[in-house]
């Protein structure tokens, strides 16, 4: 689901054009960013899916402290503030919530691995509506937001730069065009590699 991520970052960018492409790109896969030194010190874990060799969607993620619920609205507050400072609040609270989309993209796809707490305190149910189940739908879900995400962010670039000249035209159709071809790839790459 890193795919689905940056599409929707893409999209966002056209409600907010003050807000960094690659800020928002860093927003939407922050948590997945932290995950990667807690997972190499072994304190968040991948687990294949019984029976699979953990291929895309077939993996438990015990990532108990980034994708708990409440340690997401901890790291999307402190990224908030922290690109509140060079771009203003405005941004900021866009960032912040960006950060905390990745949750509820996640909360989609991902089996009931979840936790509401940090580190599962209090070993409250853990959540997920587990897309990943059906590997075509969560494919289809994903290219949907890489497709959704360039295509606006295309046509916002449009009028953004309609009275810009035609260097600058042609550079927002090559950015549009680049958020499709990464995030296909990167979808491609997740679902082939495994
Ligand atoms: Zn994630």
Known sequence: MVAG??????GVKTTEPSAPLWALMLATVWLDVVFAPLY????????????TRGGYGQVIIHADYTHSLVGAVVLAVLFGLAGALP???????????VVFSHWLLDLVVHRADMPILPGNAGGLPRVGFGLWRVP???????????????????????????T???????????????????????????????
């Open 40 to 51: 190499a010190a072994g304190v968040e874990r991948l687990d294949p899916v019984a029976g």
């Open 87 to 97: 771009w203003g609040p405005r941004v900021g609270v866009v960032l912040g919530a």
């Open 5 to 10: 991520h940056f599409g929707f970052a893409a």
């Open 136 to 162: 075509a739908a969560s494919i289809a879900v994903e290219l949907a937001l890489v497709i959704a995400g360039s295509l606006l962010y295309w046509r916002a670039a449009q009028q953004v730069v309609r």
């Open 164 to 194: 810009a000249s035609a260097d600058d035209k042609r550079r927002a159709r090559l950015v549009a065009a680049l958020v499709a071809a990464a995030g296909i790839a990167t979808l491609a790459l997740d679902v082939l590699v495994d």
